[in-house]
């Protein structure tokens, strides 16, 4: 199946979700994943222009694929008190999740170069209804002082991410250019974390 018609593209992906939701496990989804990427890439690589349809087939695969890649890898155990590259401690559901976002967008340059800017665009706007929900979950923790979570963790995890969207917005410059994801992130939230810091509080006095 080396040409996959593009009607049957959105069936292999949907039975991709139903099996990795059963066999979450590192050697199947290698096998699985590279299989539908790379009949997807065999379709839409050589397209200037992407459907409504076939861009958000395309987006939830490289998303899954980013989400697979940093499974495989943190496999073996979660990172213990994982920082921002200031130093500053965040939740690991958070690390993890910026982490699957960067390596997203490598996976975009080495596969998907042809539609960079569509692809990393939807991934900023994906990762701004999470930032929402984190949103919600500051105000609510700070409602309730009694629950016992951190008020100031949920800052952090709130900062974290929004320089993750910033990053996809305005950093990504050095990616195109040859440097990895993470170092390019690393200096960008290090250079303008004030910056980002100034956007979130913004959020909060709204």
Known sequence: ???????????????LWIEVKNRFKASYLKRNIKFCSRNVVTIYSSKAKLTNKETSILS???ELESITSRYIILAGGAKADPKTPTGVII????????SEVLSGV??????YSGHWVLLTRNRAFTTKFAFVKLLQDYFRIKACPACGQSLQRSYDNLVYLQGIIQF?????GPVQNGE???QAFDRFYTLNKDLIQERVEAYLKA
């Open 168 to 172: 996809l917005f305005a950093g990504l």
């Open 1 to 15: 199946m080396c040409h996959i018609e593009r009607r049957q593209i959105h069936r292999v992906f949907s039975q």
């Open 60 to 62: 939830r695969l490289y």
């Open 180 to 182: 990895s994801s993470g």
């Open 91 to 98: 939740g690991s559901k958070i690390y993890g999740y910026g």
């Open 106 to 111: 490598d996976i975009v340059k080495e596969k």
